[in-house]
């Protein structure tokens, strides 16, 4: 059964930061790319960033580039968002996946992933 656990939401003010952890178990992480989501209310699904099985490629939609950072740590089978300088309009459920293999690293879409969890809010507000 393959799971994934998101943690290290919360509420923070703007231009704080938090660190976002994803557990995976029931699918071989290390030969596996990743990536993050967030969806606000009444809003699609947006592409946050992704990484490869290695770590070696990353991609970030533009609103974050810069300010957040993905990584992961094969050893443990965890995810990390690393985000820094938050804006009001970061907040949003966000919510690790496990990327399809055969797609072009390229490719954002929410299709492109397999499996996902369920999501760790993040509010970002004075």
């Known amino acids: 059964q393959v799971q994934l656990v998101e943690s290290g939401g919360g509420l923070v003010q703007p231009g704080g930061s938090l660190r976002l952890s994803c557990a995976v178990s029931?699918?071989?992480?290390?030969?596996?790319?990743m990536g993050w989501f967030r969806q606000a209310p009444g809003q699609e699904r947006e592409f946050v960033a992704a990484?490869?099985?290695?770590?070696?490629?990353?991609n970030y939609a533009d609103s974050v580039k810069g300010r957040f950072t993905i990584a992961r740590d094969n050893a443990k089978n965890t995810l990390y968002l690393q985000m820094n300088s938050l804006k009001p309009e970061d907040t949003a459920v966000y919510l690790c996946?496990?990327?399809?293999?055969?797609?072009?690293?390229?490719?954002?879409?929410?299709?492109?992933?397999?499996?996902w969890g369920q999501g760790t809010q993040v509010t970002v507000s004075s």
């Open positions: 990484i490869s099985w290695n770590g070696g490629w990353t």
């Open positions: 996946a496990v990327r399809r293999v055969g797609y072009a690293f390229g490719d954002t879409s929410p299709n492109v992933y397999r499996y």
């Open positions: 029931g699918v071989t992480f290390s030969t596996l790319a």
